[in-house]
């Protein structure tokens, strides 16, 4: 049962969120609802069977026949296709799906932001739990641990969004907002959406494996859900992939606009 479940998220992830991150370049490339759709499926077909080609001619990669994988890929595409030509093409699709994603995202980084504080009280409480009456409860240590985890990696995607993630430059500061608006679709996709894929495709064996066996804490009265601690890890690069949509389509409008 939790292998299908597995399988159904890793289908849905890579048939749906995955063709859903080249929206705002094919509504960027081209105009019109039937035009940005072609282009869109065009760059998706083209980008997936070479993926798949890649992993069914690498030995450790390949896991279903080749031709069963296109054909079910490409249903799954081309019916995701049809629902965004309905939706009125990239443009409109991404009008709808834009401040949903944006308002997932940045409600979820509100929300884990109050674990901080939750945080910050459960290390005092282990302090003077273990200074002043000399007792120790491993559960509250591991809390800590698991609060962090949740903060850092549920909230990445409200911190890129709101520009709060520590940046490094030179050139973007001072740039104009053409020229910033380049550089943050060109990052989005060469580097963002790079790794958001990457971290999914590692991280599903290794969240699989923990799933299956419900691991817990290797304490007997430690937090008995380690399996849920590392579902963190996708989940991260799921609200950072939706954050960069929002940021790609936000700098897509303005390149256009100034186009």
């Given amino acids: 049962m939790l292998t299908l479940a597995g399988d159904i998220l890793n289908w849905a992830a890579a048939g749906i969120v995955f063709p859903l991150m080249f929206l705002p370049a094919a509504a960027l490339v081209a105009h019109g609802r039937v035009r940005s759709t072609a282009v869109w499926f065009v760059v998706v077909t083209a980008i997936v069977t070479a993926g798949i080609i890649f992993a069914a001619l690498a030995p450790a990669l390949r896991a279903t026949p080749l031709m069963q994988t296109l054909f079910l890929y490409f249903t799954i595409v081309a019916a995701l296709g049809g629902a965004i030509l309905v939706a009125g093409g990239p443009a409109r699709t991404i009008a709808l799906l834009s401040p949903l994603l944006d308002g997932f995202v940045r ?98 064996p290794y969240v699989g494996a923990s799933w299956s066996v419900l691991e817990g804490s290797a304490e007997t009265s430690g937090i008995q859900g380690v399996y849920l601690l590392k579902t963190l890890v996708p989940a991260f690069a799921i609200l950072l992939a939706m954050a960069g949509f929002t940021n790609a389509a936000r700098a897509g409008k303005i390149l256009k606009a100034g186009a």
Avoid at 118 to 144: D, K, P, T
Avoid at 162 to 188: C, E, M, N, S
């Fill in 107 to 204: 409600r979820t980084g509100r929300l884990v932001m109050w674990l901080i504080f939750v945080m910050a009280g459960v290390q005092f409480g282990i302090v003077v739990l273990r200074y002043v009456f000399g007792v120790n409860f491993i559960f509250m240590q591991e809390s800590i641990t698991y609060m962090h985890g949740a903060v850092f990696l549920l909230a990445g995607g409200y911190a890129l969004l709101t520009d709060d993630h520590v940046r490094v430059d030179i050139f973007y500061r001072d740039a104009p907002p053409k020229r910033k608006a380049l550089a943050d679709f060109l990052g989005t996709y060469f580097l963002l959406f790079p790794v958001c894929l990457l971290l999914l495709w590692t991280a599903s």
